[in-house]
């Protein structure tokens, strides 16, 4: 009677929408209101209306809408504490972070007690403020084949290709009957198979999902949010509003068993009472710990993550116990679903999160769990994110959300995560010029190999390689003629999403451009090596079997006796000597060139020759300043010397038709 006078009534009716609501009813009850907030001119009224439809869209979980009326109502009901904190967050629900935060604050001077709370609250957007470019593994598509325009969640894996979900999609079991709360229909539990390709497992076709037996796990009213043993054999279902004396309340955990392909008659867990809200199962995979979502009596506030044991001998659920502060907080965490390898997953709008309700994750047993994690991006958005199951390999799997962009309210979604790629570049420069330098060697070692690997840097002095992931590198550059650069440090350990790795180096010269080499000294008027010259040639020698790429000059110089013609003549049998000395040794002649200066570049300038023929006269130099300029020295002329590839003989002509030959053993004539 009451739906039908508010149908057809512009004004709508305040004892109408009252009772709708009592029922939770809302959809008919925030109609109501909102009519009656239109016409009224009772002030009570007006505040009633104005809070009662606020309250009303915040419940159908419309945040659009109820953003609207809570700032209608905070004008005609000012200092309402609550109004002011639904504002708050339904603004963050609207991705308006910057006003959720000076709305946050107005609710922190007003209640000074909820700080912490707050707190979280203001974290969560300046998170989702910086998160919402930040890049993940992750990616997202809308699974369309599951979806309608209708509400679509809660996916769960059934045996090896079929996946189970929850919908309040038209002609269900319930036919057109409507659910007052929401304004669709009931839930029902759906079935689809799907098929993966071979070739690109991400490829997966869906096929029309069904409705499951409708005379058992889907009845009239309220089904969904099931969960199975690891058989597939026990399913655990939520169902909703079956408790004649409190219909329209109460959810409760039901359980059924499977013979061929029926399931039994539902029946409900004895833990799971009419008393309180308690649903959204999941089981670990030794099935012996079942986690739940519940607001009991002894949680924290909203609904709480709980768990009970399975006791084998007595084949009974035991007593509910709380996850603790670490998981559960004053407001709603929902939707567990525990993963194989023990890491508990769960929605919750009362960690920091990023709009609605976010998921999370953690791990440990009992009550002794982990700080949550905030998925993040693309997993989560500024709607409500929840219900999620993973693959074995946690590489993907499906979630709800009512995200915008979806086909309907909640939609199902598949998630993967692209494959990590971790990526190491840099160039290689001169220290001193910042000239960039090819063919530099990049050596690197690994913590997961034993060995060394090495590359080159390119023309352009770069250099790039794909690293392995959760592995530690060390790495140096090195040239000839230069010295090695430092050991410098890169990891993939710890890194989440694919990153590029820069690591530049400079090497600096060994100075060898234009090293002197003291030490290879003649007697007067001799070209021969002495043994202490030789010493030092042998140390020359050295250098050069270093860095065979080094190409010298060994210039000879005479003192500035004698005539100056002659001693070009013997400067360059010095020179030869020297250079036949090392080719004696082992060096390519191709490295050497002699070269003899005579006198035109003397070491010791600061006295004159003596003899009325040798220059001007002047102070006479000492025997030992003459010895310093009879010497060798050491030029370079290239350091990066290649030697040239021998000519490979040309092959022999091939005679040409027609082209006498000699008789056998008979030369050629010649021409």
């Known amino acids: 009677m009451a739906f039908i006078s508010s149908c057809g009534s512009k004004k709508g009716s305040i004892v109408a929408a009252r009772d709708a609501f009592q029922k939770k009813e809302y959809f008919i009850s925030g109609d109501n209101y909102r009519k009656v907030y239109s016409s009224t001119k009772n002030k009570q009224e007006k505040i009633e209306s104005a809070n009662k439809a606020a309250e009303c869209y915040w419940l159908m979980n419309d945040m659009k809408n109820a953003e609207n009326w809570y700032r209608k109502a905070i004008k005609i009901d000012k200092g309402n504490t609550d109004n002011q904190l639904r504002l708050a967050k339904t603004l963050k629900n609207n991705q308006k972070f910057e006003e ?20 979280r609250q203001i974290k969560g957007c300046e998170n989702a403020l910086k998160w919402k470019n930040d890049k993940t593994r992750y990616l997202v598509e809308n699974v369309k084949g599951l979806n309608t325009r209708w509400e679509d969640f809660a996916p769960q894996y059934f045996k090896k290709d079929q996946i189970y979900f929850t919908s309040d999609r038209e002609k269900g079991v319930s036919g057109n009957k409507m659910y007052g709360w929401t304004g669709n229909s009931y839930t029902d539990l759906y079935t689809s198979t799907y098929k993966v390709d071979r070739k690109n497992k991400d490829n997966i076709t869906y096929q029309l999902p069904v409705l499951v037996d409708k005379n058992k796990l889907n009845g009239p009213l309220n089904d969904g949010a099931i969960a199975f043993d690891n058989k597939f054999r026990t399913a655990y279902v939520t169902r909703c509003n079956y408790d004649n004396n409190l219909k329209g309340k109460s959810c409760r955990i039901y359980v059924s068993t499977l013979t061929g392909s029926e399931w039994s ?27 739940f979502s519940s607001d009991m009596p002894g949680g924290f506030g909203g609904k709480d993550i709980w768990y009970v044991t399975y006791s084998k001998r007595g084949k009974t659920w035991g007593d509910p116990v709380n996850l603790g502060p670490i998981v559960n907080t004053e407001d709603d965490e929902v939707f567990p679903s525990i993963h194989d390898d023990g890491t508990l997953y769960f929605a919750s709008n009362g960690h920091v999160g990023l709009g609605g309700t976010d998921i999370f994750m ?87 190999d034993t060995g060394k690997f090495v590359l080159k840097t390119d023309q352009a002095g770069s250099y790039k390689l794909v690293l392995k992931t959760k592995t530690d590198y060390e790495l140096f550059a090195s040239r000839q003629m230069f010295y090695d650069s430092k050991t410098e440090e890169k990891t993939t350990v710890g890194l989440e999403v694919s990153t590029d790795l820069v690591q530049d180096f400079e090497l600096g010269s060994l100075g060898l451009e234009t090293f002197t080499l003291r030490g290879i000294l003649y007697d007067l008027d001799q070209a021969t090596i002495r043994p202490d010259a030789a010493k030092v040639l042998d140390s020359l020698i050295v250098v050069l079997n270093k860095y065979p790429s080094l190409k010298i000059e060994l210039g000879s110089h005479t003192d500035c006796r004698a005539d100056s013609l002659y001693n070009i003549g013997l400067s360059q049998r010095r020179a030869d000597s020297a250079v036949a000395y090392l080719i004696t040794h082992g060096v390519d002649s191709a490295r050497l060139v002699s070269v003899g200066y005579g006198e035109n570049m003397l070491e010791v ?32 002329l290239d350091i990066y010397w290649e030697k040239p590839k021998p000519i490979e003989a040309a092959p022999a002509p091939t005679p040409q038709r027609g082209t006498p030959r000699p008789p056998a053993g008979r030369p050629a004539p010649r021409r």
């Open 362 to 448: 953690t791990t440990g047993s009992g009550t002794d769990w982990s700080e949550p994690i905030n998925m993040k991006s693309p997993i989560n958005s500024h709607g409500d994110d929840f219900a999620i199951i993973l693959d074995k390999d946690k590489e993907s799997g499906y979630f709800s959300s009512n995200r915008d962009g979806g086909k309907g309210q909640d939609d199902i979604y598949r998630f993967h995560m692209t494959p990590l790629v971790f990526t190491l570049s840099g160039v290689v420069r001169n220290a001193k010029t910042k000239a960039l330098m090819p063919n530099a060697t990049i050596t690197i070692t690994s913590s997961n």
């Open 265 to 291: 008659d539902p029946t409900t867990i004895g833990f799971s009472t009419d008393s309180f809200n308690c649903g959204q199962p999941t089981l670990t995979k030794d099935d012996q710990i079942m986690y």
């Open 100 to 119: 959720a935060i000076v709305e946050f604050k107005v609710y922190q001077k007003m209640t000074p007690e909820n700080g912490e709370m707050v707190e």
């Open 605 to 636: 300038t600061e006295c004159a020759c003596e003899g009325p023929n040798e220059r001007e006269q002047g102070l006479r130099c000492t025997e030992a300043q003459h010895q310093l300029n009879r010497r060798t020295t050491v030029k370079v």
